[in-house]
């Protein structure tokens, strides 16, 4: 909060003429995805969108989670469906999209992962005051988890995530949003038990608070 006051000097008497308070501005924030963003794996209070409101309050800013529409399972085709509607009648100011794991485990095809993505993205930025107030965060690696490869149906999953990964960066670029990349990081679960939930694939809390800690200054860039 800064506060800026006029002065007049009148007979040696210093007299305010009245002050202008300029407030920092209220985020009203969205989180968009799929069970890396509603968190599977650990309680409300960590998953990371609520611990990135948290840090973002603490740093300066009045952030307000709306809602965390996300589900486990969700794929693109799902977030379209039940997610965007949100989008306009919550009116958020800042928007985090995680989604295409399911995707891929579906066998969606690279090309329609694409035109989802950007249907996607096109109806975000229409509901948005400032259509750069969206970021983008990549897809984990989960072929690295304990039954991980059990979804993989033959196929590479670290190969098949980057590609997607691919997809949702050069996408952002060309609309010049922001990305947080947690992909290596998610690496980190191959050979950290402590990192894996007790369901031998999704994140532990301590997995996604690290996810937090990268996302979190992107996210400042987003909304400075």
């Known amino acids: 909060m800064h506060k800026c006051k006029q002065y007049l000097v009148f007979g040696g ?12 501005k209220k985020v009203r924030y969205l989180p968009l995805g799929d069970s890396y963003t509603i968190c599977t794996g650990a309680t409300v209070k960590d998953s990371w969108p609520q611990l990135l409101t ?3 309050n603490t740093s ?3 952030v307000t989670l709306l809602d965390n529409p996300a589900r486990n399972g969700f794929s693109t085709q799902d977030l379209i469906d039940k997610e965007l509607p949100l989008v306009k009648k919550l009116k958020p100011d800042f928007v985090t999209l ?4 399911n995707d891929w485990v579906r066998h969606v095809p690279a090309t329609t992962f694409k035109t989802n993505l950007i249907l996607i993205l096109d109806e975000v930025e229409k509901q948005l ?3 750069t107030k969206i970021l983008l965060i990549t897809i984990p690696d989960f072929g690295v988890t304990k039954v991980g490869n059990s979804y993989s149906q033959g196929r590479d999953i670290s190969k098949g995530i980057s590609e997607f990964n ?3 960066k050069e996408e952002g670029k060309k609309r010049n949003l922001t990305v947080g ?9 191959k050979d950290d038990k402590t990192l894996v939930a007790e369901d031998g694939l999704h ?5 996604y608070a690290l996810w937090e800690t990268l996302i979190l200054p992107e996210a400042k860039k987003v909304l400075q």
């Open 203 to 207: 994140p532990s809390a301590k997995e």
């Open 181 to 189: 990349d947690v992909f290596e990081l998610s690496k980190k679960m």
């Open 60 to 62: 300066g800013y009045q």
């Open 54 to 56: 948290q840090h973002l």
């Open 129 to 131: 005051p400032v259509k």
């Open 13 to 24: 008497i210093i007299l305010a003429m009245g002050s202008f308070v300029q407030k920092e």
């Open 166 to 168: 691919t997809i949702i």
């Open 98 to 101: 995680l989604i295409g794991v």
